[in-house]
């Protein structure tokens, strides 16, 4: 099984900071099979991005994927107040996992 | 627009069975693949099953083999997890989930999720 460990597991920023989230894999994640959820309280996860680095219809080009091999990035250029929620990696490659979560809290 | 609406969540004895249901409509439901997810109370996600959409193919979660099954039918474009000798570790919100199919099988649509409380 590939277990994804996310750091860090709160983020504290002010709208209009970037936030850098991280995702790190037990073993490489073949042809990049990695994706990114958001999650509000209360409502069920929506994909933001997929295959590491691409957006997911609907997804803003503030959001941004990168990685591959066991190191992965979500990053989010500039935080809008709804940006602030938990966000879950999870590997494709090999059956389905998901990282612990990092949630992104306002400062 | 695509849909997927669970149902059949609620409070059941530890020991006892229940089935999930997940009722897909605004897409062809028969070539996807269809996954459910669940979440503990205040915990992250965690993969449970998957079906493929011929059927013949499942895949389920160590934590849930041999106690849980997924099934679907396509003539009635529903999903369904049958759950047996349910545990306390049960307890979750379970989502029904797409599979984006095609190279790339991560899960482009959810439902909103029904509630299981395994309790005496």
């Known amino acids: 099984e590939i277990v994804l460990t996310q750091s860090p597991g709160t983020l504290s920023l002010s709208p209009g900071e970037r936030a850098t989230l991280s995702c790190r894999a037990s073993?490489?994640?073949?042809?990049?099979?990695l994706a990114w959820y958001q999650q509000k309280p209360g409502q069920a996860p929506r994909i933001v991005i997929y295959a590491a680095g691409s957006r997911a219809t609907g997804t803003p080009d503030r959001f941004s994927g990168s990685g591959s091999g066991t190191d992965f990035t979500l990053t989010i250029s500039r935080l809008e107040p709804e940006d602030f929620a938990v966000y879950y990696c999870?590997?494709?490659?090999?059956?389905?996992?998901f990282g612990q979560g990092t949630k992104v809290g306002i400062k | 627009h695509v849909q997927l609406v669970e149902s059949g969540g609620g409070v059941v004895q530890p020991g006892g069975s229940l089935r999930l249901s997940c009722a897909a409509s605004?897409?062809?439901?028969?070539?996807?693949?269809m996954h459910w997810v669940r979440q503990a109370p205040g915990k992250g996600l965690e993969w449970v099953a998957v079906?493929?959409?011929?059927?013949?193919?499942?895949d389920y979660a160590d934590s849930v083999k041999g106690r849980f099954t997924i099934s679907r039918d396509n003539s009635k474009n529903t999903l369904y997890l049958q759950m047996n000798s349910l545990r306390a570790e049960d307890t979750a919100v379970y989502f029904c989930?797409?599979?984006?199919?095609?190279?790339?099988?991560?899960?482009?649509?959810w439902g909103q999720g029904t509630l299981v409380t395994v309790s005496s």
């Open positions: 999870q590997q494709y490659d090999d059956s389905w996992t």
């Open positions: 079906i493929w959409s011929d059927e013949s193919n499942k």
């Open positions: 989930a797409r599979d984006a199919s095609g190279n790339y099988h991560y899960f482009d649509y």
């Open positions: 073993q490489s994640v073949r042809s990049n099979y």
């Open positions: 605004g897409f062809s439901f028969s070539p996807y693949a």
